[in-house]
């Protein structure tokens, strides 16, 4: 299971730090990733995070500005998101998955949070 909190109504450039908290099969999950969805939108690919933490990978618009980690010692997962712009609003997910490998695509993860909102709004 995988919670998501953290978000928030955030100015454009401003910072917001997105939390996600692992329970129950976590010794199952490998990598794991954040995607978002904005209104309208198909859900999309942020950034992924291999086991261990030592690689990570991003979509384009958000090289840079957002920083992705993990501690599995408190079984969690981060997202730091700098400068941020109008177009970051979204529903944010953390999910997981027990293969390895940094997919960037929806499909290839099998386990979702409920999701946590961030406006980007002046």
């Known amino acids: 299971q995988l919670q998501a909190s953290g978000g928030g109504l955030v100015q454009p450039g401003g910072s917001l730090r997105l939390s996600c908290a692992a329970s129950?099969?976590?010794?199952?999950?490998?990598?794991m990733g954040w995607f978002r969805q904005a209104p309208g939108n198909e859900r999309e690919p942020v950034a992924a995070?291999?086991?261990?933490?030592?690689?990570?990978v991003y979509t384009d618009s958000v090289k840079g500005r957002f920083t992705i980690s993990r501690d599995n010692a408190k079984n969690a997962l981060y997202l730091q998101m700098n400068s941020l712009k109008s177009e970051g609003t979204a529903v944010y997910f953390c999910?997981?998955?027990?293969?390895?490998?940094?997919?960037?695509?929806?499909?290839?993860?099998?386990?979702w949070g409920q999701g946590t909102l961030v406006t980007v709004s002046s």
């Open positions: 999910a997981a998955r027990t293969g390895a490998g940094l997919p960037l695509a929806v499909k290839f993860y099998g386990y």
């Open positions: 129950g099969s976590i010794f199952s999950i490998n990598t």
């Open positions: 995070i291999t086991r261990s933490g030592g690689i990570t």
